[in-house]
């Protein structure tokens, strides 16, 4: 069965370095998401990106953040400079259509020291 | 603000014993109810709900949503160890593609 695929499955980083979190969501889907999930508490909707650009962003998605899809697999989440309580559990998602469930990846656990 | 209230917040139960999960929403716009379960990472699907009154059923699972009533109930009858695990709910709605999650129901089985 096809799956959503994220790398790395755990990145350490300095707070104030840039990180990249990269996933390749289901090939013939069209919608594309980013959750986060810190030690203990609920899973947080970041953003949503359809046809090449955001369609929705939650208050913790501001401006150190962004999203890429730079070629036609891969989703990318860009932290510009971390800061310690980004540390958390990052889960790309993909469906297909509007009225199909989410697939999530197994995601990545962001450590910030 | 959409809401997600998942309740019990935790359950123990014994291998066998059979379990309810509730979920109550207040959601605009609403178009369907997803049940996910969260084992040690991602996050996998269960059910999509749209239509009230009708039971979907997986082997030992089973989901029914209640639109007047705002709410949805799984069940899990002579649970297993391989059933503990974080049980999710979200409403998405029409207009807005995101999922609000619950904070979800942790249910832990004893052999």
């Known amino acids: 069965e096809p799956e959503v695929t994220q790398t790395p499955s755990h990145q350490v980083t300095q707070m104030g370095q840039e990180v990249i979190l990269r996933c390749v969501p289901i090939s013939n889907h069209l919608y594309f998401y980013w959750y986060r999930q810190i030690l203990g508490q609920k899973v947080e909707f970041l953003v949503s990106?359809?046809?090449?650009?955001?369609?929705?962003k939650s208050e913790i998605f501001d401006d150190q953040f962004s999203v890429e899809r730079p070629d036609g697999s891969n989703f990318t989440l860009k932290i510009r400079s971390t800061k310690l309580e980004d540390s958390a559990m990052y889960f790309c998602?993909?469906?297909?259509?509007?009225?199909?469930?989410?697939?999530f990846g197994n995601g990545t656990r962001l450590t910030v020291t | 603000e959409d809401k997600v209230v998942q309740s019990p917040l935790s359950l123990v139960v014994h291998e066998g014993d059979t379990v309810t999960l509730n979920c109550s929403y207040e959601?605009?716009?609403?178009?369907?109810l997803l049940w996910y379960k969260q084992e040690k990472k991602a996050p996998t699907f269960l059910f999509m709900l749209?239509?009230?009154?009708i039971e979907k059923k997986s082997g030992r699972l089973s989901s029914i949503l209640d639109k007047k009533e705002l709410f949805s109930i799984l069940n899990i009858t002579a649970t297993q160890t391989g059933d503990s695990a974080v049980y999710l709910c979200?409403?998405?709605?029409?207009?807005?593609?995101?999922?609000?999650f619950g904070t979800g129901t942790r249910l832990t089985i004893i052999p």
């Open positions: 749209t239509s009230s009154g």
């Open positions: 959601v605009t716009n609403f178009r369907s």
């Open positions: 979200a409403p998405p709605n029409f207009g807005n593609e995101k999922l609000t």
């Open positions: 990106f359809y046809n090449n650009e955001i369609s929705e």
């Open positions: 998602a993909s469906k297909d259509d509007n009225n199909s469930p989410l697939h």
